[in-house]
């Protein structure tokens, strides 16, 4: 069969990403630009500045994508673009960008989720297989899905508040670090230890998730100590949160592991990026022989070969969406089976 090359776009949060990716696994070039440092000082990403930057920059990290591949958009066989879920205003850049691209060109226009983009990060560099267990873990979801094949997607359990990433980004916030929250705690977590107390989650058999009580925990921890003008052990607070909150995905896992006996597991989203959650999760794997696959750093914040890699079996099915496409800002990854 030809070699199938799609030219994919993610500008759903504060990165503007464009990437070229072959038969949906084969990274021939990708590009990240992040906004992070400009809405670092502000402590968290402010909407409006962001879908500006990336009106800004988009045709640029369009033309180093293309320089890097030496290849132009006419070589492609698709356009796709991250639709939903995100910012409204960020992913209205990209889904136009891509909808002029496809007209000009005359390409097929694919949308995609970009909670699949995450999943699908797993398909590049490595083998999916199904059925599988997939945990998604980012700033605004915590999702156990089970994937029978490409696009069959089970909803097994999700956060009933917050999403695990908006809790690392609150506490570590509390915990005077900067913005990004996790990759921080994570730092400050290497140097302390698991002392405090913190409450257990949703304590029952179903594969919900919960994180609000620990993060009003940490929150209100801290506010008590520094009422009695007492100093926290800030490594020790972080290394506390971090286990517990990595606690509450292991449990679940467990739990999906014993009851349905399925054998390979992928993890998707920004949160995945860390390492001791990493091991967690590939200790439990081990327990219940079940092979855990984790995709390549790079691949697990947002990026647009997450994107391509998921447009290619809509690609393969000719599922093509109209240049009346539209953004939107909330979308369940069950709809898209
Ligand atoms: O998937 P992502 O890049 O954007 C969303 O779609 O939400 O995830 C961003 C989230 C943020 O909450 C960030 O703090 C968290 O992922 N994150 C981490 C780490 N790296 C990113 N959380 C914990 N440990 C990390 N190393
Ligand atoms: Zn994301």
Do not use: I, R
């Given at each position: 069969m030809k070699d199938v090359y799609i030219l994919s776009v993610e500008t759903s949060c504060d990165e503007t990403s464009i990437a070229i990716v072959k038969n949906g696994e084969d990274v021939i070039a990708l590009t990240i630009l992040t906004q992070m440092d400009t809405h670092a000082n502000f402590g968290g990403v402010i909407p409006e500045i962001a879908s500006r930057m990336h009106t800004e920059n988009i045709t640029m990290v369009l033309e180093e994508t293309l320089n890097k591949a030496h290849m132009e958009v006419k070589d492609m066989d698709a356009i796709a673009v991250?639709?939903?879920?995100?910012?409204l205003g960020s992913l209205l850049v990209g889904v136009e960008f891509a909808k002029v691209l496809s007209y000009v060109y005359d390409k097929p226009l694919i949308k995609v989720n970009h909670l699949i983009g995450h999943i699908y990060a797993n398909k590049i560099n490595n083998k999916m297989k199904f059925p599988c267990l997939a945990l998604i873990i980012s700033g605004g979801h915590t999702e156990l899905i089970k994937m029978?094949?490409?696009?069959?997607f089970e909803l097994l359990g999700e956060t009933q508040d917050d999403a695990i990433g908006e809790a690392f980004d609150k506490v570590a916030r509390v915990l005077g670090?900067?913005?990004?929250?996790g990759p921080n705690i994570e730092k400050l977590a290497l140097e302390g230890q698991n002392t405090y107390k913190l409450p257990k989650m949703?304590?029952?058999?179903?594969y919900n998730f919960s994180y609000s009580g620990l993060k009003s925990a940490v929150i209100n921890l801290v506010n008590k100590e520094k009422n009695k003008g007492l100093e926290i052990n800030k490594a020790d607070l972080a290394c506390s949160f971090q286990t517990a909150a990595v606690d509450e995905l292991t449990r679940k896992l467990e739990i999906a592991l014993k009851e349905t006996n399925i054998k390979d597991v992928i993890i998707a989203g920004g949160?995945?990026?860390n390492k001791y959650l990493r091991e967690e999760i590939a200790k439990i794997c081990h327990k219940y022989k079940a092979k855990l696959n984790l995709p390549d750093f790079i691949y697990?914040?947002?990026?647009a070969a997450m994107i391509g890699a998921a447009a290619y079996p809509l690609y393969l099915k000719k599922e093509f969406a109209d240049l009346d496409l539209n953004a939107c800002s909330n979308a369940d990854i069950v709809e898209n089976s």
């Open positions: 991250t639709y939903a879920p995100g910012l029978k094949d490409d696009y069959d670090l900067k913005y990004p929250g949703v304590n029952d058999n179903s949160v995945s990026a697990c914040t947002d990026n």
